[in-house]
Nanobody
Framework: QVQLVESGGGLVQAGGSLRLSCAASARTFNVYAMGWFRQAPGKEREFVAAISASGGVTRYADSVKGRFTISRDNAKNTEYLQMNSLNPEDTAVYSC??????????????????????????WGQGTQVTVSS
């Protein structure tokens, strides 16, 4: 089973930046899409960004497009979320997610970048991001 460890959350003033990291322990698994979701108090969990297995395809929520950048380092099985121009509406618990499989890799999943939570089968513990006004 893949385990994810997140880091990088914290408190920042509006207009500031933070970088989240998520390291996956996945030596014997095939790791496909990696993504980030967030959940603010009293709100549903929402998609933030995702990246394909090769890193060549990315998707973003409209609310973060142009401000957030997702990337990954496959040698380290780690994904990153660079968050710039943060505003108080970005305050939430951010969770990383990974879609993976065991056994033979599935080639068609290498470009698959889902935006829905149920497509991911490993989740991080969540890290708090708080943006003060």
């Amino acid at each position: 089973q893949v385990q994810l460890v997140e880091s990088g959350g914290g408190l920042v003033q509006a207009g500031g930046s933070l970088r989240l990291s998520c390291a996956a322990s996945a030596r014997t698994f095939n790791v496909y899409a990696m993504g980030w979701f967030r959940q603010a108090p009293g709100k549903e969990r929402e998609f933030v960004a995702a990246i394909s297995a090769s890193g060549g395809v990315t998707r973003y929520a409209d609310s973060v497009k142009g401000r957030f950048t997702i990337s990954r380092d496959n040698a380290k099985n780690t994904e990153y979320l660079q968050m710039n121009s943060l505003n108080p509406e970005d305050t939430a618990v951010y969770s990383c997610a990974v879609k993976y499989s065991s056994g033979t890799a599935v080639p068609q999943l290498r470009t698959y970048v889902p935006r829905v939570a149920y497509e991911y089968n490993a989740w991080g513990q969540g890290t708090q991001v708080t943006v003060s006004s």
